[in-house]
């Protein structure tokens, strides 16, 4: 009997959007995503002088509750942060703690399995109570990155984006457009502000649209994996 081979592929909520938009495909570890949208040149000239709009959708995400929460991620992973809204950078990936029982770890595409199980059967063989739950596909990652960015988000959520307020890097949970998101930022040098927005897969293409619509003014741009992996190598 002949073994057959199947790849399965994993659509991220901006599917859709993205298609509409003339996304050109690129697979990464099993998810369809947006390479380009026609012109990888001009996405990275609109993060380097605009703003632009991706989806990071296929990054992994995993969010650990509990009281002993930052115990289990200092024994597994090597450290947490200290502070609510505060960042730490693991070989595992990016960690922000969003109260101090709740954190939230962002992972490479490849390492959310692996990671999550390994975090699992740590929380199990401790006797205090940790949840350990992948989120990877029930939230969507919104990328919102460039110069006039803060002024795209300043148009659809009250925070203070000020750098005493919202640090680079860090994280806060907020009202989008009305959604509940968890905003994360990590500037890229040199001070160019890039925010990701996490929240319901339900909701994501709503909030993409609210997005597009506030960055009109502002030269915004749908950018694709290529302009954003160039972004952060920079």
């Known amino acids: 009997m002949t073994n057959l081979a199947t790849t399965f592929v ?52 995993i969010q650990i509750e509990g009281q002993a929460a930052a115990a289990l991620l200092a024994d597994t992973l090597g450290g947490a942060p200290a502070t609510v809204g505060g960042h730490a950078r693991l070989p595992a990936g990016d960690l922000y703690c969003l109260r101090p029982d709740l954190y939230f770890l962002s992972l490479p595409p490849t390492a959310d399995l692996a990671t999550a199980a390994r975090l699992a059967s740590a929380a199990a063989a401790r006797p205090d109570l940790v949840t350990v739950t992948d989120v990877t596909h029930g939230l969507a990652a919104i990328a919102l990155a460039g110069p006039r960015a803060l002024e795209v988000l300043t148009r659809v959520c009250g925070l203070d984006f000020s750098p005493a307020a919202f640090p680079s890097p860090g994280a806060r949970q907020s009202s989008v457009a009305k959604t509940r998101q968890l905003i994360v930022r990590r500037d890229q040098n040199p001070g160019l502000p ?4 996490y929240g319901a897969r339900s909701l994501a293409a709503y909030v993409w649209g609210v997005l597009l619509d506030a960055g009109r003014p502002f030269a915004l741009r749908p950018v694709g994996l290529a302009a954003l992996s160039a972004l952060e190598t920079a």
């Open 10 to 61: 994993k659509f991220s909520p901006l599917h859709a959007s993205a298609e509409k938009l003339g996304a050109r495909w690129l697979d990464v570890a099993g998810w369809r995503c947006p390479n380009d949208y026609g012109d990888p040149a001009a996405e990275m000239a609109a993060l380097r002088a605009d703003v632009g709009l991706g989806d990071l959708s296929p990054l992994g995400k």
């Open 194 to 197: 890039c925010f990701t927005l």
